[in-house]
């Protein structure tokens, strides 16, 4: 079946960098974009970054380009998506997921996102 594990949340100081992993099996990782969102408590879950399925197309809103710096990548043989988050700052504080795009298209929305992780806590301290 599906399985998507998030890695390397934890806790980082304000200014600090994190790099998460998602390994992925039970589907042809090469063939889908994948994404990563993320949530806090509360809230609803927030879309991050989206890459297409060689890494030549990046999907991602004003929104967060604005707000903190980020880099999405992936390696499709070994089946896994990353996110280098840089300069973090406490909003940045969320569980962080990634899932497979069903439609393809690096939508933001997490509707059209499915067989979501477990998600990863990143911790972001001032």
């Known amino acids: 079946q599906v399985q998507l594990v998030e890695s390397g949340g934890g806790l980082v100081q304000a200014g600090g960098s994190l790099r998460l992993s998602c390994a992925a099996s039970?589907?042809?990782?090469?063939?889908?974009?994948m994404g990563w969102f993320r949530q806090v408590p509360g809230k609803e879950r927030e879309f991050v970054a989206a890459?297409?399925?060689?890494?030549?197309?990046?999907?991602?809103t004003d929104s967060v380009k604005g707000r903190f710096t980020i880099t999405i990548s992936r390696a499709n043989a070994k089946n896994t998506l990353y996110l280098q988050m840089n300069s973090l700052k406490p909003e940045d504080t969320a569980v962080y997921y990634c899932?497979?795009?069903?439609?393809?298209?690096?939508?933001?929305?997490?509707?059209?996102?499915?067989?979501w992780g477990q998600g990863t806590q990143v911790t972001v301290s001032s």
């Open positions: 899932a497979v795009d069903l439609q393809r298209s690096g939508s933001p929305l997490a509707a059209h996102y499915a067989y």
């Open positions: 039970g589907f042809t990782f090469r063939r889908y974009t």
């Open positions: 890459i297409n399925w060689s890494g030549g197309s990046i999907y991602s």
